[in-house]
């Protein structure tokens, strides 16, 4: 399977969460210089410039609407002072009340600085907060809410939206995963207007029967304030097919519950000899025959053939047995035959044509090197050629550990290609096959 690259969906998730800082430093820059200007409106007024005050003020609200800062303190404080510039500095009672009504109805529990209130201000003040007490309370908002997705149409988007009242919100993520997966993946919602975030599940990721997902708003750190679901308990959506669902990806050609499998290989060993005696007797120049002694190393074990038949317990897991037969050709004797037998057990990685395994596994035989003599015919008067061998036998327990791997270029036949390392006992040997050949699964 290709893997699509990732870069352009990782600069995009970039991207956003960029934007959505911006937004975040935006709004709080604002609310930063709407403060400097109701101080610097008040000092105005202290000084008795009422125009000054007044324009410092209207450019708070400037302000305010710019980055859509439409309720907290500063914003608060700025309706109060304009009611107070336009009820004492300026005698316009019907704009003070109008300000003093839009202060108490972003927070009913405003007050009048007491080190600037008067007696007339009191008054349009009270009047103001008339007002507002004779309208209907608006019910409260929850700082978060969410309404589930319950159902989607295969291969469609999913709509995700969210309400946040909470300002130290500064994004809303979406985390969801497909059947079948462990992880989940990311959508950043995108704030549509003040409070709203809005985004989708992409319909090419909506398929099999369900998918899972939660929300979080997180605050600048990435800190879950609020959220609805978990990654233990996410929501949980079901998806009906559709006529836009994707189309199904093809099955692996290997694909399709085998029960048996036959594989032919054939193979070459490589060994370490823990020393012992030859396996042929050698002639002495005094005409005593005798073995000769072989220091431990490295030795070839010749070619030889692996058929092996295997159970599929289950895709994962197969048990087989595996047959050595080693054919060797030391001295002047005749061919030399070895056998050995391995009952192992194959665990398999992945899924489609290509897989690999490991293998573990115990029997019982023989093994041969070819141990060639020119080395060891110095001691004890034995003078062979130099290019005269013989074998070392190796047996008869054997343990065995292993790892391979099997293409299947259709869907009976493959191709496979295995690592075994056996260790052999009493006779020690370690040794390493390289293996190779068909598989015929039925």
Known sequence: MLLRPRWPILLLVLTLLCATDARGQVHAAAEARIQLLNKKAMEEYDSLEFEAAKAALVE??????????????????????????????????????????????????????????????DEMFAAAAQTVASEPVRPSRPPFAHDAVDEATAGQDVPIQVRVEDEAVQRVVVFYRTTGSLDFRQVLLREARPGLYTGSIPGNQIQGRSIHYFVEAQNTAGQRLHGQGTAQSPTIISVTPGRNSLPKPPLPRSSGRKVFSIGIMVGIGLGIVNGGKSEHDQQQVAGNPRQVDINPGAALAPFHIAPELTYHLSDSWHLSVLSRIQVINAIDEASKVSLLGEVRAKRFFGQGDLRFYMAFGAGAGQIRHRIPLGDYDKDAGIHTPDDRVDSRVAGIGAFGLGSGMIYMFSSYVGLELELNGLIMVPDFAANLDVNTGLVLSF
């Open 60 to 121: 708070a609200l400037g302000v305010a609407r710019s980055a859509s800062v439409t309720r907290g303190a500063a914003l608060t404080n700025t309706y109060l002072d304009l009611g107070v510039v336009y009820g004492a500095g300026l005698n316009d009672r019907i704009n003070a009340i109008k300000y003093f009504t839009a202060a108490l109805r972003i927070n009913r529990g405003a007050k009048l600085n007491p080190g600037r209130a008067t007696p007339g201000l």
